[in-house]
C-alpha cells in the first residue's frame, strides 16, 4: 500500500476490525497500515497519526508513536482519544470538525419522527402480517407543537433545530453558555430543559462533565410520555436507567444510535415497540465519509506545510 | 347512545369493523349508528349522513339514505365516495379539508427519511443481534442535496416542501397547473418529474384521472436509485409493477402507507429491506382526530343551520 514517493508519511491507527477506509487520502499523503511492510520502519518516526473511526487511542497507544506531533481523529467527537495525555505530550488533535454534522441532524431528526410516528414499530407491524388480522395499529403522535429541547447546541443542535422548525415544534437548549444569537429558549440545567420538554435530542460531546449528563432525574422530569434521541456517545446516558424506566413504563419513547458498550445493546430493548435501535451510524453515509476524507486530507496537507489547521481541538478549553 | 334532545340527526355510515369514534360531536348532534334502536327511525329522513374513514359509499348505499342532502366525509380523499352519483342526487359532499394535511406531511417525509436514512431497516438489524457478528450496517443515504419532486402540491405537498426545504433537498412539483407563487420548478407530466427527481411524494387525490398515475414507465424513469414514497392512495401507484421493479432491483427503495387491495399487502415486499412498510396511518394521530371531529362538527351544523359549508367538495370540478 506505501508507495515510493516522497511523500511525508502518516500511520493509520484503528481497531482490528475497523474496516471503513478513505481512498483518496493516498493521493495527498502517504497514509501506512499496520499491515504494511513499511509500517515499523515509519512507526517510531511518524508526525502524523490518523485515528480512524473510534478507535482508542490512549496512553499506551500513544506510546507507540513517540515521534507524533498531530493525531487526526475521522470522527466529531474525540472522547476516544485521551486529550489530557495530548496536551501534556504536546500534541494537538483534530477532529472531523463539522463533515458530519448535517447527516448527524438528518438522523436525530430521523429518529425522532420514526418514534414518534411509529414508523419501524408500524413496519414490523405489516410485515408480521398483523394488519389483515388487527386491524388499526394504534395512532402515533403529532410532531407539530411538541417542545424539543437541544442538549448541545453546537453545529448538529443547531441543524436540527431548523430542521425541526417548519415541522412547528418549539425548540429550547441547554449549553455551556446562553447563545444571544439564537430565538430559542435556554434553560441552564439539563434537568430545567428536560422538564419543559416533550422530547430531548443529545447530541453534545462526550467528556468528563457530560458522562451520564441524562440520568435518571432527567429522564424522570421528561416523563411518561417522554421521548429521548442520542446520537451522540453511548455515555451521555445512563443507559441501566434508561433501560429500567424505559421497560417500567415511566418514559414514552427512545431513539438511540449510540451505546454503552457498542455493539452490545441491552436486550430488554428488543421487546419494545416505542424503542428504534441504530447501529451508531447516523452520520454515515457516502456523501459524509467524502466530506470528512478532504477534511482529514486538509489537516494533514496542513500540518506538514506548516500551515493552520482546519479543526483542531482547543485541549486548553 | 341517541339522546332524547331535539338535535337532528345525522346517520353514521361505516365498515362493519372501522373502529375509529368521535365522541365529542354527541355534544354538537346526534350521531346514530347503525346498532342504535333509533336508527330504523332515523335512517329513511336523515339529510346528514357521516361516512366514517374510507367506508365506501356508492349507489347501493346512498339508496338506504332517501333523504340524505350533505353527506359529511371524515378524510381528506374522498375517491370512496362516488361523487358523480351525489351529483346526479343533488347531494353536498364535505371533506376533512386540511385537518389531516399535516400529519401527513409528516409522515412523507419520515417514509422519505426512514429510506434514505434506512432507520427501520438497521432497527431490524439491531433486534436480530446483527451488531455484534457482522459489524457495520450499510451505509444510507444523505438527504441534503436529493431532488425531491412532489406529485399534486395541494395542502400536503405544499407542507412537504417546507418540511424538506432546510434538508437541503431541491423541490420539484408536478400539479394540475403551474403554481406562480411557489419558487419550485413545475413539470407538466409526472414522467418528466421523475425523470429529473431522485426522490417521487405522491400526495395527490385519487380520481379516474389519477389512477396508476404512478406507472411502470414513471418508475423506471426514477431509475435504479429513485425512491417513491405514497401516502396518498393505493391505486395512485400501479402496486403490480412498483412490486416487479423492486424486487428486480430497478427501483431504489419505497415508503408506502397505502396500497391497492388494503389491508393486503403483497408479500414480495416483506423481503425487501430498502422497503418501509405502513398500515395507511400516515395521518393517524390523536390531534388529527381532534382536529377532524371539529370539522365534521362544523359542517354539520353549518347543514343544519343553512350556513356555508367549510370543506365542501367540489362536483362540478
Known sequence: MASGNNLPAAIIHRLPH???SFPSAKHIFNPIESSDPLYPIHRPSARVVIVLGTSPLKTEHLDQYPSVECVVATSAGVDHIDLAECRRRNIRVTSAGSAFSEDGADYAVGLLMDVLLRVSAADRFVRAGLWPVKGHYPLGNKLGGKRVGIVGLGNIGTMVAKRLEPFGCTIAYTSRNKKSEVPYAFYPTVLELAANSDSLIVCCALSDKTH???NRDVLTALGKK????NIGRGALVDEK??????????????????????PEVPKELFMLDNVVLSPHRAVLTPESFDKVTEVMNANVAAFFSNKPLLSEINLYD
Chains 1, 2 share one sequence.
Open 212 to 214: 451520564h449528563i441524562i
Open 18 to 20: 475497523f474496516t471503513l
Open 226 to 229: 417522554g421521548i429521548i434521541v
Open 241 to 262: 436507567e434508561l433501560v429500567k424506566l424505559l421497560v417500567g413504563g415511566e418514559l414514552g419513547g427512545a431513539g438511540v444510535d449510540v451505546f454503552e458498550n457498542e
